[in-house]
């Protein structure tokens, strides 16, 4: 008898940075993939986007028609969508967020940040006695016109939200981007999920390939907070939350929680404006939305990372090793 086939190789898993309205970085990454892929690995893959589709970049809506564009396109990949930050927002304020799974009204978001309503601007037009608190600070209009982070101005809101409004064609803060929005683009935010789970994804390591679940979520998990109750709110998407720390958090999610540690494990996120890689902890951010930086793609198993060349002269691909 003839032995039996060698198994198919595994499914290759590429996870995406956060695109930021930057239409033709996404194109150009997409390229740079697809170039340095094996055709039959780039045609049947896992991708990945780690949320954060909008604001700062001039073509939040070419963005989004690009990525619903993706199934038909690639009809034997697989697209998982997170939603970021900003991606929650901008659906809160076009009404394209879930409910609360609880019922409550959106209104009841606003109490732990109130304080902050007068100097952050928020959103007081038409249809904002009913929207989430990140909606009404993304539509807002900031007042103070300098973000200390970022060492830029802000564009618009805190959320830096002026060039979404203007991608639709309205100016910031106004309503009419409600109606401006295409019915697809909002079932798309509706329908953005908030963590990503996949099970027995390989990874090379020094010591060989091992088989790992990974989870992905736009910031990271959080340390403070029960992980069975993040995987709740992520998995029912519990928008009665103010402000979700997996989508928004910083300095305490930026660890695998230690409930995970040794448990081959692998936790991605974008979200942090940069790239950072320990053990299987990968935060996967290279252009952070700014208009200089490429946007970055790692490839699993190999740890390849991919980038977006147009406009910038970053190098497109590397590799990070195991330490």
């Not at 929650?88 to 732990?112: H, K, Q």
């Not at 993040?230 to 910083?250: C, E, N, P």
């Not at 979200?271 to 951010?285: A, E, N, S, T």
């Amino acid at each position: 008898m003839s032995p039996p086939p060698p198994p198919p190789p595994p499914r290759a898993v590429i996870c995406v940075g956060d695109v930021h309205g930057y239409i033709s970085k996404l194109e150009s990454l997409w390229a740079n993939l697809q170039s340095a892929l094996p055709p039959d690995a780039f045609a049947t893959a896992l991708v990945v986007f780690l949320g954060d589709y909008c604001d700062r970049g001039p073509s939040t809506r070419e963005v989004i028609d690009f990525l619903l564009a993706l199934p038909s396109r690639h009809p034997a990949q697989r697209h998982a969508f997170l939603c970021g930050n900003h991606d929650l927002a901008f659906a809160a304020f076009v009404g394209a967020l879930p409910p609360p799974p609880d019922g409550t009204p959106f209104s009841s978001t606003w109490g732990e940040y109130i304080q902050n309503e007068e100097n952050e601007g928020w959103y007081r037009g038409p249809g904002h006695e009913g929207m989430h608190c990140q909606g009404r600070r993304w539509g807002g209009i900031m007042k103070e016109k300098r973000n200390p982070k970022r060492g830029s101005s802000y564009m618009g809101s805190i959320y830096d939200a002026r060039p979404t409004f203007e991608s639709y064609g309205v100016a910031h803060g106004s309503p009419d981007l409600v109606k401006a929005v295409p019915e697809e683009h909002k079932k798309f935010l509706r329908e953005l999920v908030w963590i990503h789970e996949e099970e027995n994804v390989p990874i090379d390591t020094n010591e060989g390939q091992i088989i790992c679940k990974l989870i992905a979520v736009h910031a990271g998990l959080e340390r403070s907070i029960d992980l069975n109750e993040q995987f709740r709110i992520l998995r029912t998407k519990d928008t009665k939350i103010s402000k979700v720390a997996m989508l928004s958090g910083r300095q305490d999610v930026w660890n695998i929680p230690k409930d995970l540690a040794g448990k081959q494990t692998i936790v991605v996120s974008g979200h942090h404006g940069k790239l950072h890689i320990d053990g299987l902890r990968f935060v996967i951010d290279e252009g952070g939305g700014y208009a200089d930086r490429p946007i970055a793609a790692i490839v699993f198993p190999s740890k390849e990372l991919i980038r977006s060349t147009e406009g910038t002269s970053s190098q497109n691909r590397s590799r990070y090793h195991q330490e």
